[in-house]
């Protein structure tokens, strides 16, 4: 199943109230509770669109695929290119588990890319 996966973004983001978020940049208020409690059935391009402004991101980066119980496809199926697992967990025992000295070299690493 393919779902609209905001929440991961929202934490990456530091987006602690999605729902006021969303309504900030535009979004109704039924559409951004919708979004966050992960209950649209659709979503038209022009709102994928405006996600990825908002987010900086790309339609890919939205979605996570899940694949069904009963679902029979191959493990290098392009569908699996989408599937999230849990990235945000990864990312935050990395860094916990970082000493302060090296998040201080990624912070810069990090600073000078944008730049």
């Known amino acids: 199943m393919?779902?609209?996966n905001l929440k991961p973004i929202f934490k990456m983001k530091g987006?602690?109230?999605p729902v006021k978020y969303l309504i900030e940049k535009g979004h109704s208020g039924s559409y951004a509770n919708g979004a966050v409690n992960d209950k649209l059935m659709s979503i038209p391009f022009k709102k994928l669109e405006q996600f990825c402004i908002d987010f900086n991101c790309t339609p890919n980066d939205l979605f996570d695929f899940i694949p069904e119980k009963d679902q029979k496809l191959s493990k290098d199926h392009a569908l699996y290119s989408i599937?999230?697992?849990d990235t945000i967990g990864e990312i935050h025992k990395l860094l916990n588990d970082l000493p302060v000295s090296k998040i201080k070299e990624l912070y810069e690493v990090l600073k000078n890319d944008r730049e």
């Open 83 to 85: 599937s999230k697992g």
């Open 15 to 17: 987006i602690t109230k």
């Open 2 to 4: 393919i779902k609209l």
